[in-house]
């Protein structure tokens, strides 16, 4: 096996562990409308752990290093609470809230990460093979500030 894919593992093995520690996973029952049929769907929410710098910054190479998709993850009022990376597939691989950031860091300081032409590039492709549906801003004020 080659260096690159061994690393490779190795980054996806450190996004999981570390998506485990941000991420709690609960089920709740939605209905479309007042007379729609309730289904369960699996939602996610923060847990509180905090990311330290050391940490944000490893990932934010392994999203660059690996060409993987940064975008803001929105509330039901559309403002940014956090971020999520996800794979060429259009699959999450890691998800952190406000509240997981390092303090001295902010949802609007990491936002340019978003705005990288590698990352609008990838994007692009999976929009054009229906892989994903997204609309990025181009500035955080934007997300209904």
Known sequence: MDTPTIEKIRNMEFLKDLYQKTTKF??????????????EVTRSRSTGYRLSKEDLDLVIKIIQEDFLVFLPQE????YINGYKVLNLEGKYVFQ???DNLPKEITLESI???????????????????????VKLHENFKDYCY
Do not use: V
């Not at 990460?113 to 590698?118: A, F, V």
């Open 75 to 78: 509330d039901m009022m559309g």
């Open 96 to 98: 952190f809230w406000e």
């Open 111 to 133: 936002f340019p990460y978003t705005q990288s032409i590698q990352n609008k590039e990838i994007l692009r492709l999976l929009k054009e093979e229906k892989i994903l549906f």
């Open 26 to 39: 609960f089920k709740s029952t939605l209905s479309p409308n007042m007379n729609g049929n309730p289904f």
